[in-house]
């Protein structure tokens, strides 16, 4: 008697579900901490960047978001990143994967003391 085509793919299906939990339960617990990673939002308000200080952990996005009526940058101190945000606009997200202290200022407002500072944690 010849067995149906569905009755063997189900059997098929079975025996692959059954390697592949067995290779799961085998392969033991691992150390590296399974998380979410955050999104952060700074305000470019008032020629300040509010918080001018940020602390994020590692993998984490900082956006900077202009709510000014003036445009401004958000321009690393040292090689990172660049952008203009004009008033009700928004920079695209910056990540940031690795610990440290990022600091960056305004362009055309760092006189002023627009300056602010991104500091990474583990």
Request: proline share 8%; hydrophobic share 40%.
């Amino acid at each position: 008697m010849a067995r149906s085509p569905v009755r063997s793919l189900l059997r098929l299906f079975a025996a692959l579900l059954t390697v592949v939990s067995l290779g799961a339960l085998t392969a033991g617990p691992t150390t590296a901490e399974s998380r979410t990673f955050a999104s952060h939002t700074v305000a470019m308000a008032n020629f300040r960047f509010v918080p001018q200080t940020v602390t994020v952990r590692a993998g984490d996005t900082v956006t900077w978001v202009n709510t000014s009526g003036s445009t401004h940058t958000t321009t690393s101190d040292s090689p990172g990143w660049n952008f203009l945000v004009a008033p009700g606009q928004a920079s695209p997200p910056v990540s940031f994967p690795t610990p440290g202290t990022f600091r960056y200022h305004c362009t055309p407002h760092e006189g002023l003391g627009m300056t602010g500072t991104v500091t990474v944690t583990q």
